[in-house]
């Protein structure tokens, strides 16, 4: 099976030539791949280097690996040059709409925009206090807010709909 | 001053388990409160009792201090240990105790009530010949428009601070005049959410300040000494999140610890204190240093300083509160090694440090000589919204500040919880860097000269190891995906089922 | 000798990861070595490297010295370190490494030779003037009609020991020379099983006797210290199961320490023994004392040792074996505090201690202060038959016996482990037992005076809480079968499938 | 739901009287019984009193209960006097013939018994080795040996039958 994985940016061609080989742009590692605990936890050896990775899903389907405390994001894709559908994305589309979800439950303290306004990058949208903390809520993009469907005083769900910016 | 023999821990998370164990390895018979959402808490567990005092929200539960004194007469609880937070710094709360005739492990309500507004604090010290930040002591109760008169003459940059504050919450930087109107507004919003009170004061920001501050004990009987400093420069939104003993900007310079203790517990004596203490101080690059706060409880950081002194704390404090004297002098006082603490909180470093809540399936906690974990969770756990984000507080003890760093670092790399996020990469970049390992920072570090992203540069990366181990997660997800949609078809049969489970049971 | 930067850990289990630690700390690159059984332990994934040398059983993998010989040469490991068990103290490995090159973290071939052959360490230090149990010195070899000769000489009762033994395996104790033709033949059998060797010597039976024994540490230039002694006098079936430092019955009476440290010296001196190694004494009720054997390697219960000496030995070893001297003299060496480890093993303590085996569903470990934890286990763990039964070694260290001991009583009770049965309560009931506490005990305390039936008369029971929770549960098992069967009935569709898998991998 | 359970020969009328509400002996207590981290381990706390417990299947469709470091073995029948059969109970019968299994996978160093012998309880009937120790399992009970099934040399996994004893 033959991917294209991109980390920040940069493409690997990753070819999984079977149990125990891999290639990586061409070059062909030992590859000794076990799940811990059947947590997400990774150990790898590769060519004998010793490696404990930790995996999460990412945005838009891509998968976050955390190695030796420094954070990869990746995207991967199968040989057609279609994306891979990793299990488990969050839902906020790549292009056009954003969708603001909670990105942990709590209480909304402040909507700071209306329906419509116009917003820029980094502008706060909502703050939100959970965990004793109150965190700005800033959006992705410049845009327009639409469908705001909470308001101060609502307790949230975890990846609950909050508003759109498109 | 009674010779209890029960404690009430009116408290959760990894504070109402470090208690226990002290009261457990003393003795002591302990009695757990919890809300509707702790009933799985490992402190309801370890508890000799524990009981139900209402919903997950602290104004409902773990802020009530009606229930809890309830809890403790019915239980029979001779004493109350607050912890930190909650009811901990509430003079009404030792008051309440003291009327119910149940001690509180704590400092007397005066000397609580003294320090805990800000602003009398100061001045209360100032009497005593402490020197104080420049800010607006006197009142705590300024409107915005004398708030805005003051501000120039104490000049720029300043600190908006909330006066019944604390961790960093309702507190603001000014460096203008014309953003200030906004900010006193967010402070004192938060400040009101926070502790029920929107009152601020201003207060000169010290330039490339050190957070230094200095353990306190005090018994019933005046005997007052200090555990040497600990430093906690590194600090996030005025969050401390990375603690050492001692003070690389101290070290070796005993005189200078020494002139500062010495201040630290004259500050104390200023309000007649009894118990564990903290007196927080700014110091300056040509070490000048101000009188900043005194945090009238045990410290979150405590662990350092036990680590390098020897002495338990939270032993010391059941002490005090049973009427006995200071079990050492000032003389016996000794800092030997290095400690470092990391907090390991449930938020996501890549992610603009947002909490991260969620179900905790593994916690493989690192071990081994030299570590120590307090923590309060564990493989099962549920990470709930309503409570600040503290999983845990990892701490290393080393001879020297370079063994402490480096068992850190392993320490950090075998740390693993899934199912919630974690600064723990966040740590391990800290503990990277050039001007940390010189001992070389100060409290503006972390947010002017650290970024995870910058700190990722011209170290050693692995982009390939990334690109294997996501490559083979993906495969194996979408062959599992398959595999699972093709079994689905079949009928799962009862029996398989059962052993299963009888063999998850076994 | 050599300045080597890469270690490879011959061993595995809690006392490979104890050393990959050790050389974290120093910054040494780690190479771990496994057998088929152990891909998922955590020696492979906290070393820099892993490679695999053979199947499951240890004679195919962890005692190949010509497969670890090459795994170092092909990862460029400067040096090797046995652990204990396995290679430890096999004088041809340590000479093999010598003649690759490659520095063995342990002492000379020689030493290993001198002390690994029981008669002819006795007789080495004989000659050196330390005292020893009366029994069969001279030549190992002696045939049973020799030795069915020599024992009345000896005198009843007395022991039969494997020559190249430890650990209490082919140990045999004979109480009248009628019983002593079958019990030559398991002895022998076992010691030939266990170590390829079934040769086997006599040594009186010392009655009442303490197990007491001094940590040596040596460096090339033949500087040799002890660090003080550790009891370990808590065995079963002359396994240890608990041991403390100090021993109650040295205690503060520091001459007498000080007379059995230099015997212990002398003993280490006599083999030129460079690096760590034990030196085991029995001793009588009237303080005499007795060369047993030396152990020419790291003991399983060093962390003791260094939780009240504050040496690091591991980290010693290394540094000896760089060719450095001793980072302490000993006048420097100072005994604080007090410290105690329970081996908690997979086994049953209430079937016999019979072995344990399974996958390791939940590992919660204690923690707080005073608490060390060495581990190789972990949830998801499978503990496999191939291995001894060592989970891992709950160490804690008090300022006081009395302390340590309170503490160990919360560590365990802590202390949480699913899938395995484990020695737990055992140690529980120890620590409970009058005996104990007053440090009145020799090394047939647990044989003769100990038993978990009769512990468990004239404590505080609790029947009906068991009654209770053992009701609940069975009503719960009762309604959950009845639930799975009737969901069984209704098909499962895929996508629930897939969303609980997401669910548990987000 | 009444249930007679026995702990060390001594009887215990438990009665489940609702969520909340157990009854021993006619005594009520308030119980709040939880399981921990979906494993058997338990949390109860009776009238306040916190107790935590390790529960296990015993042989004979027993429960083991651990609590405080204290071994207590249940026998739960429900209120028609007919035992419970809890899931995953060993398979040594009651009374009649008992089956030796393999308590854990190991090697069989010897058989000490022969088709037929008559042994006593406690004597030795194989010797098993595992965990780098010679573990000699004994008879349960006076009788006579059958069904040998393992010889020297072999290799048993956990809970295979080796002989039984009639």
Same mark, same amino acid.
């Given at each position: 099976?033959?991917?294209?994985?991109?980390?920040?940016?940069?493409?690997?061609?990753?070819?999984?030539?079977? &149990?125990?080989?891999?290639?990586?742009?061409?070059?062909?590692?030992?590859?000794?791949?076990?799940?811990?605990?059947?947590?997400?936890?990774?150990?790898?050896?590769?060519?004998?280097?010793?490696?404990?990775?930790?995996?999460?899903?990412?945005?838009?389907?891509?998968?976050?690996?955390?190695?030796?405390?420094?954070?990869?994001?990746?995207?991967?894709?199968?040989?057609?040059?279609?994306?891979?559908?990793?299990?488990?994305?969050?839902?906020?589309?790549?292009?056009?709409?954003?969708?603001?979800?909670? &990105?942990? &439950?709590?209480?909304?303290?402040?909507?700071?925009?209306?329906?419509?306004?116009?917003?820029?990058?980094?502008?706060?949208?909502?703050?939100?206090?959970?965990?004793?903390?109150?965190?700005?809520?800033?959006? &992705?993009?410049?845009?327009?807010?639409?469908?705001?469907?909470?308001?101060?005083?609502?307790?949230?769900?975890?990846?609950?709909?909050?508003?759109?910016?498109? | 001053?009674?010779?209890?023999?029960? *404690?009430?821990?009116?408290?959760?998370?990894?504070?109402?388990?470090?208690?226990?164990?002290?009261?457990?390895?003393?003795?002591?018979?302990?009695?757990?409160?919890?809300?509707? !959402?702790?009933?799985?808490?490992?402190?309801?567990?370890?508890?000799?009792? !524990?009981?139900?005092?209402?919903?997950?929200?602290?104004?409902?539960?773990?802020?009530?201090?009606? $229930?809890?004194?309830?809890?403790? $007469?019915?239980?029979?609880?001779?004493?109350?240990?607050?912890?930190?937070?909650?009811?901990?710094?509430?003079?009404?709360?030792?008051?309440?105790?003291?009327?119910?005739?149940?001690?509180?492990?704590?400092?007397?309500?005066?000397?609580?009530?003294?320090?805990?507004?800000?602003?009398?604090?100061?001045?209360?010290?100032?009497?005593? %010949?402490?020197?104080?930040?420049?800010?607006?002591?006197?009142?705590?109760?300024?409107?915005?428009?004398?708030?805005?008169?003051?501000?120039?003459?104490?000049?720029?940059?300043?600190?908006?601070?909330?006066?019944?504050?604390?961790?960093?919450?309702?507190?603001? @930087?000014? $460096?203008?005049?014309?953003?200030?109107?906004?900010?006193?507004?967010?402070?004192?919003?938060?400040?009101?959410?926070?502790?029920? =009170?929107?009152? *601020?004061?201003?207060?000169?920001?010290?330039?490339?300040?050190?957070?230094?501050?200095?353990?306190?004990?005090?018994?019933?009987?005046?005997?007052?000494?200090?555990?040497?400093?600990?430093?906690?420069?590194?600090?996030?939104?005025?969050?401390?999140?990375?603690?050492?003993?001692?003070?690389?900007?101290?070290? =070796?310079?005993?005189?200078?610890?020494?002139?500062?203790?010495?201040?630290?517990?004259?500050?104390?004596? !200023?309000?007649?204190?009894?118990?564990?203490?903290?007196?927080?101080?700014?110091?300056?690059? =040509?070490?000048?240093?101000?009188?900043?706060?005194?945090?009238?409880?045990?410290?979150?950081?405590?662990?350092?300083?036990?680590?390098?002194?020897? *002495?338990?704390?939270?032993?010391?404090?059941?002490?005090?509160?049973? %009427?006995?004297?200071?079990?050492?002098?000032?003389?016996?006082?000794?800092?030997?090694?290095?400690?470092?603490?990391?907090?390991?909180?449930?938020?996501? #470093?890549?992610?603009?440090?947002?909490?991260?809540?969620?179900?905790?399936?593994?916690?493989?906690?690192?071990? %081994?000589?030299?570590?120590?974990?307090?923590?309060?969770?564990?493989?099962?756990?549920?990470?709930?919204?309503?409570? =600040?984000?503290?999983?845990? $507080?990892?701490?290393?003890?080393?001879?020297?500040?370079?063994?402490?760093?480096?068992?850190?670092?392993?320490?950090?790399?075998?740390?693993?919880?899934?199912?919630?996020?974690?600064?723990?990469?966040?740590?391990?970049?800290?503990?990277?860097?050039?001007?940390?390992?010189?001992?070389?920072?100060?409290?503006?570090?972390?947010?002017?000269?650290?970024?995870? @992203?910058?700190?990722?540069?011209?170290? @050693?990366?692995? #982009?390939?190891?990334?690109?294997?181990?996501?490559?083979?997660?993906?495969?194996?997800?979408?062959?599992?995906?398959?595999?699972?949609?093709?079994?689905?078809?079949?009928?799962?049969?009862?029996?398989?089922?059962?052993?299963?489970? @009888?063999?998850?049971?076994?």
């Amino acid at each position: 099976m033959k991917y294209i994985t991109t980390i920040d940016e940069k493409q690997y061609e990753v070819e999984i030539l079977g &149990p125990g080989q891999v290639s990586v742009n061409g070059h062909v590692y030992e590859v000794d791949f076990q799940s811990v605990s059947g947590q997400p936890i990774y150990s790898l050896l590769v060519d004998g280097q010793s490696h404990q990775a930790h995996v999460d899903q990412g945005e838009e389907g891509t998968l976050q690996v955390i190695l030796r405390g420094a954070l990869y994001t990746a995207t991967i894709e199968d040989e057609r040059e279609k994306r891979l559908k990793v299990a488990g994305g969050v839902g906020t589309a790549a292009s056009g709409e954003f969708t603001m979800r909670a &990105p942990m &439950p709590g209480l909304i303290v402040k909507v700071a925009v209306e329906d419509g306004a116009v917003v820029k990058k980094g502008d706060v949208l909502i703050i939100l206090e959970s965990m004793k903390m109150q965190n700005e809520l800033k959006s &992705p993009r410049d845009g327009k807010v639409v469908r705001i469907q909470v308001k101060a005083g609502d307790s949230v769900e975890q990846r609950q709909a909050m508003l759109s910016v498109e | 001053m009674s010779n209890f023999s029960k *404690v009430l821990v009116a408290n959760r998370g990894e504070i109402a388990i470090r208690i226990i164990r002290a009261c457990r390895e003393l003795g002591l018979h302990t009695v757990a409160v919890f809300s509707e !959402a702790d009933r799985q808490a490992m402190h309801v567990r370890y508890a000799d009792e !524990a009981y139900p005092i209402g919903p997950a929200p602290s104004k409902d539960s773990y802020l009530r201090m009606d $229930k809890i004194l309830d809890v403790a $007469k019915k239980s029979g609880a001779g004493a109350i240990h607050p912890g930190y937070g909650f009811l901990a710094e509430r003079s009404d709360f030792s008051q309440a105790c003291e009327d119910a005739g149940i001690t509180f492990i704590g400092p007397r309500a005066s000397a609580i009530a003294a320090m805990g507004d800000k602003a009398v604090a100061r001045a209360t010290v100032v009497a005593a %010949g402490v020197p104080v930040v420049p800010g607006t002591e006197g009142e705590g109760s300024l409107s915005d428009e004398e708030l805005l008169r003051v501000a120039p003459q104490i000049g720029f940059p300043l600190l908006i601070k909330a006066t019944a504050g604390g961790g960093g919450k309702g507190m603001r @930087e000014v $460096k203008a005049i014309e953003e200030m109107p906004s900010l006193l507004e967010s402070a004192r919003r938060e400040a009101q959410a926070a502790f029920g =009170d929107g009152n *601020v004061y201003l207060e000169k920001l010290v330039e490339g300040a050190r957070h230094i501050e200095f353990q306190i004990l005090a018994d019933m009987e005046g005997n007052t000494i200090h555990l040497g400093e600990r430093e906690c420069s590194l600090q996030r939104r005025h969050q401390k999140l990375l603690e050492e003993a001692p003070s690389p900007f101290i070290d =070796d310079n005993e005189d200078f610890r020494q002139r500062m203790g010495a201040v630290a517990v004259k500050a104390a004596k !200023a309000v007649n204190y009894a118990n564990a203490g903290t007196i927080e101080f700014l110091v300056d690059k =040509d070490k000048n240093f101000f009188f900043l706060e005194m945090n009238t409880r045990l410290q979150v950081e405590h662990p350092i300083t036990e680590e390098v002194t020897g *002495v338990d704390i939270v032993t010391e404090q059941l002490r005090i509160a049973r %009427g006995r004297q200071l079990s050492l002098t000032q003389e016996q006082v000794k800092m030997q090694g290095w400690a470092i603490e990391c907090r390991i909180n449930a938020e996501d #470093p890549y992610n603009n440090f947002l909490p991260s809540t969620g179900f905790v399936s593994h916690h493989s906690v690192p071990t %081994g000589p030299g570590v120590r974990v307090d923590s309060g969770v564990y493989a099962g756990f549920q990470i709930s919204p309503y409570y =600040d984000s503290l999983i845990s $507080k990892l701490v290393v003890r080393g001879d020297s500040r370079g063994q402490a760093i480096l068992r850190m670092r392993r320490a950090l790399e075998e740390y693993r919880i899934v199912g919630v996020k974690t600064n723990i990469p966040f740590h391990q970049r800290i503990l990277e860097q050039a001007r940390f390992i010189a001992g070389n920072f100060d409290t503006r570090f972390v947010e002017e000269r650290f970024s995870l @992203e910058q700190a990722d540069e011209g170290r @050693e990366t692995h #982009p390939e190891i990334a690109a294997i181990v996501a490559t083979l997660v993906a495969n194996q997800q979408a062959e599992r995906s398959a595999h699972i949609i093709a079994r689905g078809k079949r009928d799962t049969s009862n029996w398989k089922w059962i052993s299963r489970w @009888e063999r998850m049971h076994q």
